[in-house]
């Protein structure tokens, strides 16, 4: 299925924290069987938050967002989520159950910013974060499916951890795999790419990364990946493909 | 004004490449007097990029694209972008003009494949690209400012730098600043965050990212940003209150 990611959070769009969240997501979802089709990042606004979920379920089945389930202010993705959904935002039984006991075990106190992180959708289920105490979310509306994970890394792999089976598709199996051509520039190996692709008849997709140069010369990254029934044998028959072809033009090469 | 950075390439959504381009785009913004709004990853699919510079250009002043600039089949971003803008593709002299100096200085032959890195929207202007060989795109359209870049990180970076000039706004600066405080819990916090907000009437802007629990228990950073006339004063007034009420609450703070 076609899949999207949405990022909450002006840290991400000023730079000062890169996004390796979106990347984890990225990874994640195409070894479960998905196609990443888009990725968006908004700010901590909300009408900014409610148009990123309408945009990324226009063009995708599964949405996985990242940021703002926390305690603050400015943690306004899950009121943000019910209202691009149109579904009220209610108090989830599940969720209040995880922040308690989270929230005993350290000896803390149920507080009104504490609250908050119950508040879900009508319909969600709360989905278990070990790492912290924002509750995931995940909701199946419009026969699309979307997961609502925390910003922080390491609560975001949870709460997507403990969703897996919820979104992977088991039917679609998807591999990749890189070689590395030295003494070739990109642009005279171009055709040959284009050619390769053609005799797999889009089952094999090809991207060249061209990298810094080195004392053999140019250096191109070939990165082969292939979704379907045998995508190993897709990307084997292409990467040996390509290899012959970049040794016929006196180019090196080497699995990477 | 309102920016929005465009990141143009499979690898991204996959998360095989971690989209650091993005970062360092929104930081050079951010610190160039622009309010980063919006961040978009699309495929290396024609129409998807049209979408994403029409969807960019829709919420932004200023468009800074990333990725698809390079000599092979999927390096479409150039013609889509002109398409997005409904303006013919070109050959451009001075993109021309760029990349058979650079040829020419390796020893290396104009082929199709390299041709088609001087086409370009009419009206645009070829940025120089010192790390590789495809210029930049600089073009100003229904008011509008866009900087085209390659998605290799040293050639964006070039073409970002030689484009500077074209795209700071000289007019407003912007400062942040981060504390560290310990011992406090983010949602025990959180009242405070919002309150130092107000007392500085939307000048000023603090996230509040919780931390790995350290050995004194739980830390939080606090990031005061700041954008106008006197960021700097804002930021250090902002940070001096939260300091001041971390310590009233037991709280330890350091600046980092």
Same mark, same amino acid.
């Given at each position: 299925m076609q899949a999207?990611?949405?990022?909450?959070?002006?840290?991400?769009?000023?730079?000062?924290?890169?996004?390796?969240n979106a990347a984890h997501i990225g990874r994640v979802l195409t070894f479960s069987g998905h196609t990443v089709v888009l990725g968006?990042?908004?700010?901590?606004?909300?009408?900014?938050?409610?148009?990123?979920?309408?945009t990324a379920s226009q063009f995708a089945d599964i949405v996985v967002s990242t940021g703002g389930l926390g305690p603050t202010?400015?943690?306004?993705?899950?009121?943000?989520?019910? &209202? *691009?959904? /149109?579904?009220?935002?209610?108090?989830? %039984?599940?969720?209040?159950?995880?922040?308690?006991?989270r929230l005993t075990a350290r000896g803390l106190e149920m507080t009104e910013n504490r609250r908050k992180m119950a508040m879900m959708p009508q319909g969600a289920r709360a989905i278990r974060n070990l790492a912290g105490t924002a509750p995931?979310?995940?909701? &199946? *509306?419009? /026969?699309?499916?979307?997961?609502?994970? %925390?910003?922080?890394?390491?609560?975001m792999r949870s709460v997507l951890e403990n969703a897996i089976e919820l979104i992977a598709d088991r039917n679609v199996r998807y591999a990749e795999r890189s070689t590395l051509v030295r003494g070739i520039m990109e642009s005279s190996f171009a055709p040959h790419v284009d050619e390769v692709?053609?005799?797999?008849?889009?089952?094999?997709?090809?991207?060249?990364?061209?990298?810094?140069?080195?004392?053999?010369?140019?250096?191109i990254e070939l990165e082969v990946s292939a979704s379907g029934q045998d995508p190993?044998?897709?990307?084997?028959?292409?990467?040996?493909?390509?290899?012959?072809?970049?040794?016929?033009?006196?180019?090196?090469?080497?699995?990477?």
């Open positions: 999207a990611v949405l990022t909450i959070g002006n840290e991400i769009l000023k730079g000062k924290t890169v996004n390796t968006l990042t908004v700010r901590d606004v909300r009408e900014e938050i409610v148009w990123g979920f309408r202010f400015d943690d306004m993705t899950s009121s943000s989520f019910a &209202e *691009a959904l /149109g579904l009220p935002l209610v108090e989830n %039984p599940e969720a209040m159950e995880m922040i308690r006991s995931g979310i995940y909701l &199946e *509306a419009g /026969g699309k499916k979307y997961l609502v994970t %925390p910003g922080v890394p390491d609560e692709m053609k005799m797999f008849a889009g089952r094999v997709y090809i991207k060249s990364h061209p990298r810094p140069r080195g004392p053999r010369g140019p250096e190993e044998g897709d990307v084997e028959g292409a990467l040996r493909e390509l290899e012959r072809r970049a040794a016929s033009m006196g180019g090196e090469y080497s699995r990477i």
